[in-house]
């Protein structure tokens, strides 16, 4: 398997990894996965460009600010989360908020706020596997999916790589058959993830291509979503990165979605 992060990347991986020894639990390993990539710190900020490229190569730039916050219960995370998801530009997507309320026990709840037509959209869990703004990246991609939401099997154990197979409990509800994760062994990122319709083909593909330790956690800098059949693919870079900044949970309610907290978008 290619594996695009650099040298110095590799060494931050190397020594942001737990110091214990390692877990070699398939479903242990998934939620250990799930957990660097997804809950790092309490809070988190991160202004992101988004390039998206057709398959005719033509190209498209978004670009967004996202928001984080853990739920906690007497200051222990419960492993819900919410997204504020802002839109910066082109002009025509100015203003378009997508929020999510991640809840482990239950269907997500997501909305769109459309400017345009200033219409706030519930997403229907159905549509959580459908494009992100027209990118490569699903809307689920964007809060992350639940290992509970599959079964994992240890595939394979290399020198660097835990390697998953993860296959979903409801097939119903996903257009993937199964996919293959590669989880750094040291820091516990998922550095490629590899999706497979149920024939064997593989059509979406996921890397992690640059790799930052930022107040101490390994941090994505720079992430490609693939459309392997088409050809298209979506890139994203992310900067500005927080965590810890103690966003409020207002934030995250209905009633910002038309007037968003500006403070924390770099428009104050």
Request: proline fraction near 3%; hydrophobic fraction near 35%; glycine fraction near 6%.
């Amino acid at each position: 398997m290619k594996y695009a992060v650099t040298l110095s990347v590799l060494t931050a991986l190397l020594v942001a990894g737990p110091a214990d020894g390692q877990n070699t639990d398939a479903a242990d390993i998934a939620r250990q996965a799930e957990r660097i990539a997804t809950y790092q710190g309490d809070d988190g900020r991160a202004r992101v460009a988004m390039e998206i490229i057709d398959k005719q190569g033509r190209t498209r730039m978004r670009n967004v600010t996202i928001l984080r916050k853990d739920d906690l219960a007497n200051n222990v995370e419960t492993g819900d989360q919410r997204f504020f998801v802002y839109f910066h530009a082109p002009s025509d997507v100015r203003d378009t908020v997508f929020m999510v309320w991640k809840r482990q026990v239950s269907d997500d709840d997501r909305w769109l706020y459309l400017p345009a037509l200033d219409l706030v959209r519930r997403i229907a869990a159905g549509d959580e596997r459908s494009s992100f703004v027209g990118s490569d990246f699903y809307y689920e991609d964007v809060s992350g999916r639940s290992a509970e939401e599959d079964t994992h099997l240890l595939q394979d154990t290399t020198d660097t790589y835990f390697v998953l197979k993860s296959a979903p409990k409801d097939p119903s509800q996903v257009e993937f058959a199964y996919f293959v994760s590669y989880i750094h062994k040291e820091s516990y990122l998922p550095v490629q993830i590899e999706y497979y319709q149920s024939d064997g083909t593989k059509y979406r593909e996921y890397t992690a291509e640059a790799v930052e330790t930022i107040q101490g956690y390994p941090t994505v800098t720079r992430a490609t979503m693939k459309d392997v059949l088409d050809g298209g693919q979506t890139t994203l870079t992310y900067s500005q990165i927080e965590y810890d900044i103690g966003l409020s949970e207002d934030i995250f309610t209905e009633r910002y979605l038309r007037n968003p907290p500006r403070q924390y978008l770099g428009e104050d």
